[in-house]
């Protein structure tokens, strides 16, 4: 099965915009499987990926326009696969419960001060990745995210090892330099404050 490239996508979810349905099942036949092997992949929970390949697509035709283009299309849509089932996972009750667990027992083993630490750090982190060009920033993504090797990045981006590598050592650079003046400008608060 030939891939689309970019801009051939471009035109189909334009079209997706406009209802056309035949432009949908293109993109559908183009993708179901991927995202099936994907999330079966990560999950192993085959009741569901059935249900989320549905809910992932169903959202490309209800939503064309939420795809921006600050990725592939298939790393976005793999994002929004992954999240969908994340969400069914949360209301499925024994993985809920077991989410909550570990919540409760993060909490517990650190002070709120820590938690909200915490959550700072990571608000910082997302921006330091907004920050990153977009080729970085996906190779992160890819990597860090969704656990792919390599390989597997420089497939989807149609891009030597070597070079997903070189984009990756660069981009933690630059994060790495981005948390640090989040750090200082962090610090320079507190002693503000004091």
Known sequence: MQRLSPGEIEVLLVRVAKRDQLAFRMLYEKFARRI?????HRFQQES?????????????WKSPQSFRGES?????????????MLERLRQHP??????????????????PDD???MRQRQEGVRECLDRLPPE?????HL?????????????QMSLKKETVGTRLFYARKRIQACLSALLAREGGLH????
């Open 36 to 40: 099936y092997a994907f999330l079966l």
């Open 48 to 60: 569901l990926v059935e249900e989320v390949v549905s809910d992932t697509l169903l959202h490309v």
């Open 72 to 84: 592939a299309f298939s790393t976005w849509l793999l994002g929004v696969a992954r999240f969908k």
């Open 94 to 111: 024994a993985a809920s419960s077991e989410t909550e667990e570990i919540e409760e027992e993060l909490v517990t083993q650190t002070g």
């Open 115 to 117: 938690v909200a630490a």
């Open 136 to 140: 970085q920033r996906e190779c992160i």
């Open 143 to 155: 990597a860090y995210y969704e656990g792919w090797t390599l390989e597997e990045i420089g497939a």
């Open 191 to 194: 002693e503000a404050t004091r």
